[in-house]
Structure formats: C-alpha cells, structure tokens
C-alpha cells in the first residue's frame, strides 16, 4: 500500500528555521516524483517543491527560492523540507505527495498539484511572532 505521512510542523517565529519530514511507505523514490504542497486559509493549494531523481529534476516556487531545500534520504524512503528564514505568508497546512517521474511534461508538474497522488493528511506550519 502506497502511503505517505507528513511531520514537523509547529508554530515557529519570523526568520526561524523548521525541517519538514515525508516518511513514505511502499515506494522506491528513485521511480517517482515527491512533492511539497501547501495550503493557506482561503487560498488554493500550490506546489512549494518537487523532485524526481530520475533526472535531478527540482523545482522551487519562486516565493520560496534560496530560502527552502528538498532533499531525500531513500534508505530511510523519507523526503525532507527545509524552510529558513521563515515568513508569516509562509503559515499553512503543508503537504507531500507522490507523482510521475521526470521533467515536465513527461513527469508531473510541481504548478499542478492534480497531477500528484497519494497525498498524506498535512502538517501544519504558523509562523508569528
């Protein structure tokens, strides 16, 4: 059974710094694409980050370029988000999920969440002082 579980959100101050963590079960990392979402109140779910190593594929949002790193451990079938310098507008549920391997087209597009599967319940991130 594929699944996926997200962990390590928590109420963090502005400038802080958290590590998100995606454990996932029955897949091999190195055949699917691995994404990080969020979801503000009021406001439609977007792509944060996502990665296929089948081609180094990574794509970071622009509102989070240079402060956000994904990264994989697949021994332990995890993915991670770091996320420094953290912003109130960052404040969301975040999620991870799974999709087709490889470069857009070819492989599912981080700036269309519908194109990702198996999607885990979100942890949340609140960033305020």
């Known amino acids: 059974q594929l699944q996926v579980a997200e962990s390590g959100g928590t109420l963090v101050q502005p400038g802080g710094s958290l590590r998100l963590s995606c454990a996932t079960s029955?897949?091999?990392?190195?055949?699917?694409?691995i994404g990080w979402f969020r979801q503000a109140p009021g406001k439609e779910r977007e792509g944060v980050s996502c990665f296929s190593s089948v081609d180094n594929y990574t794509y970071y949002a622009d509102s989070v370029k240079g402060r956000f790193t994904i990264s994989s451990d697949n021994a332990r079938k995890t993915v991670y988000l770091q996320m420094n310098s953290l912003k109130p507008e960052d404040t969301a549920i975040y999620y991870c999920?799974?999709?087709?391997?490889?470069?857009?087209?070819?492989?599912?597009?981080?700036?269309?969440?519908?194109?990702?599967?198996?999607w885990g319940q979100g942890t949340q991130v609140t960033v305020s002082s």
């Open positions: 029955g897949f091999n990392l190195e055949h699917w694409s």
């Open positions: 999920a799974t999709g087709l391997p490889g470069s857009p087209p070819f492989g599912a597009s981080c700036r269309r969440p519908s194109e990702f599967s198996n």
